[in-house]
């Protein structure tokens, strides 16, 4: 995630309103392990001071199929 900015502050929740990650960024960009999420619609907001950023995160999981 890009913060754009220095000390923001990084929230991601599902659309049912439960936090699955919640941190303070020092720098302009932070990792998420996003490999314990369900798959569905998320809700990424990032603020920065008074400015404040709303996205929307769309987690897929793809199986492999089987060859016949």
């Not at 929230?11 to 314990?36: C, E, I, N, P």
């Given at each position: 995630?890009?913060t754009?900015?220095e000390?923001?502050?990084?929230?991601v929740?599902s659309?049912?309103?439960?936090f699955v990650?919640?941190?303070?960024?020092?720098g302009k960009?932070?990792?998420?392990?996003?490999?314990?999420?369900?798959?569905g619609v998320?809700?990424?907001?990032?603020q920065?001071?008074n400015?404040l950023?709303v996205?929307r995160?769309?987690?897929?999981?793809?199986?492999?199929a089987k060859?016949?």
């Amino acid at each position: 995630i890009n913060t754009g900015a220095e000390n923001a502050k990084v929230t991601v929740a599902s659309l049912g309103g439960g936090f699955v990650h919640a941190s303070t960024v020092k720098g302009k960009s932070v990792s998420v392990d996003a490999s314990g999420w369900k798959p569905g619609v998320y809700v990424g907001r990032i603020q920065s001071g008074n400015q404040l950023t709303v996205e929307r995160v769309v987690m897929v999981r793809l199986g492999l199929a089987k060859a016949a």
